[in-house]
C-alpha cells in the first residue's frame, strides 16, 4: 500500500516519465458483477512529458482504479482482492491521505490472458463497526469451509487497525467483525497457509503505515518516520493465526531480514530494507518473502527456512513502474508463477492505479530474475 508522496522528482530521478492526467475511466459503484476483456496492448491517452513507456502488460479492468493486487487460486480460478483507489479529492500528503478508499471489489478469472470478471463490492467501510477511513491493501485465504478477508482500515482514533471479513463466496459479500483483530496493528496484511496447515498474517509498513510507531503493544503518535541511518531496519510482523482463522494464536514477532553476511539491514539501506507490501510463497521448501523498499521503487525478496524467518536477501524482482512500486502477490497457476503488481499507465496519478500481471521466472537454482516492466521508446 502506498503511503508516501510521489512527486515528478521522485519519477525523473528514476529515468521514468511522469504522465499527466489523462483520459481515463472511473466508477466508484458496481453492485452487478460485469465482465472486461484483458486489453491486447495499453493506449493511455496521457501526455508524456519525456519518452514515451512501452508497458510490459496491460492493465486487468479499466473502469475502476485498482491496487495493490492480492492474488490466489481458489477452485482452480484465480481471484485477486486490490485496493479500490478513488479521486476523493483530498490534498496530497507523506501520510498518504488522498489514499482514501472506502470499498473493495473482487475480480476473478479463469487464467492469465483470459476474460476479467469484476464481481461488484465485496466490503464497504459504512459496514466496519470499528471504521474511520482509508480502506488499504487486503489480502484473503480459504480454511474451514469459509473466506477470510483482512483488511487494514484506520479507527477511530486515526490507528491503523487489521479487521476479519468472512463469506461463504470467494466473491462476498464479506461480512466483518464487529471489533479489529486483538493485537493487531499496521497496514498490508498476508495470509500464509504451510502445508503443515498452520496458518501465518503477515503485516506491516513504515511511514505512513505507522509501523514505527510501536513499541511492543504500545503507540507512540510522535515517533519520526525515518529512523537513524545506522540503525537495524524495523522489520514486518507475523503471527500464528489461530484454527478459527479470527486471532493470534500466539505472540506478534519482528521478522528479521539479513544481509548475505548474516547481520541485520540497517535502516539507511533503502534499496534492501522493509518499507511496506511483503508477500510470502514457498518454492521447492524455501520460504520467499518479498516486499517493497518503497521511496527507492523496487520489489525485492528473502529466503529462508522457515515461515517466521530469518530470511536472507537475494535480489530484486522488479524494477520500478511508473508510479510505485508496492504491495504485489505472487502464485502458481496451471505450471506458472505469476507476479501481481500495478502501475499508474492509466491515470498517470500516484493515487490512481491499476492492476496488471506478468510471468515470474526463476533460474535453476530458484532465484528469480528481475523484470523490467516498462521501457521508454
Known amino acids: 500500500m502506498l503511503v508516501s508522496r510521489l512527486s515528478k522528482a521522485h519519477l525523473l530521478g528514476f529515468g521514468l516519465p511522469l504522465l499527466l492526467a489523462g483520459a481515463a475511466c472511473q466508477s466508484n459503484s458496481s453492485s452487478s458483477e460485469t465482465t472486461t476483456a484483458q486489453p491486447a496492448a495499453a493506449?493511455?491517452?496521457a501526455t508524456a512529458t519525456a519518452a514515451k513507456p512501452k508497458f510490459l502488460s496491460a492493465p486487468l479492468v479499466r473502469d475502476i482504479y485498482t491496487a495493490d493486487p492480492s492474488a490466489h487460486v481458489f477452485g482452480g480460478r484465480i481471484y485477486i482482492y486490490p485496493s479500490h483507489d478513488i479521486d476523493a479529492g483530498i490534498k496530497?500528503?507523506?501520510?498518504?491521505?488522498?489514499?482514501?478508499?472506502?470499498?473493495?471489489?473482487?475480480?476473478?478469472?479463469d487464467s492469465v490472458g483470459g476474460k476479467v470478471t469484476d464481481h461488484g463490492v465485496a466490503l464497504d467501510i459504512k459496514d466496519i463497526p470499528w471504521a474511520k477511513r482509508q480502506l488499504w491493501a487486503p489480502d484473503a485465504e480459504f480454511k474451514n469451509g469459509t473466506y477470510y478477508l483482512y483488511f487494514p482500515v484506520k479507527d477511530k482514533q486515526d490507528v491503523f487497525r487489521l479487521g476479519v471479513a468472512t463469506s461463504t463466496s470467494p466473491t462476498g459479500p464479506f461480512k466483518a467483525d464487529p471489533k479489529p483483530m486483538a493485537g493487531s496493528y499496521s497496514i498490508d496484511p498476508n495470509v500464509f497457509t504451510d502445508a503443515d496447515g498452520q496458518s501465518y498474517l503477515y503485516f506491516g509498513g513504515i511511514w505512513g503505515g505507522?509501523?514505527?510507531?510501536?513499541?511492543?503493544t504500545q503507540y507512540d503518535s510522535t515517533v519520526a518516520p525515518n529512523q537513524p541511518a545506522q540503525a537495524v531496519a524495523i522489520g514486518p510482523r507475523v503471527a500464528r493465526l489461530s484454527k478459527d482463522m479470527r486471532s493470534f494464536a500466539g505472540p506478534v514477532t519482528e521478522v528479521q531480514i539479513l544481509d548475505e553476511n548474516g547481520k541485520p539491514l540497517l535502516a539507511g539501506d533503502t534499496k534492501r530494507r522493509f518499507f511496506e507490501g511483503g508477500w510470502l510463497h514457498k518454492y521447492q521448501g524455501k520460504y520467499y518473502y518479498s516486499y517493497s523498499?518503497?521511496?527507492?521503487?523496487?520489489?525485492?525478496?528473502?529466503?529462508?527456512d522457515k515461515p517466521t524467518g530469518p530470511f536472507t536477501y537475494k535480489g530484486v524482482i522488479m524494477n520500478p513502474v511508473q508510479g510505485w512500486t508496492t504491495h504485489h502477490s505472487i502464485i502458481e497457476h496451471k505450471g506458472k508463477w505469476y507476479i501481481f503488481y500495478h502501475d499508474t499507465e492509466l491515470s498517470g496519478k500516484t493515487h490512481l492505479r491499476n492492476v496488471k500481471v506478468t510471468e515470474l521466472k526463476r533460474r535453476p537454482d530458484g532465484s528469480i530474475e528481475t523484470i523490467e516492466p516498462m521501457v521508454t521508446q
Do not use: K
Not at 523498499?293 to 529462508?304: F, S
Open 92 to 109: 496530497e500528503d507523506d501520510n498518504g491521505a488522498h489514499f482514501a478508499m472506502r470499498d473493495y471489489h473482487v475480480l476473478s478469472m
Open 293 to 304: 523498499t518503497g521511496d527507492t521503487h523496487l520489489l525485492v525478496y528473502a529466503v529462508g
Open 210 to 216: 505507522q509501523l514505527q510507531r510501536w513499541r511492543g
Open 43 to 45: 493506449d493511455s491517452a
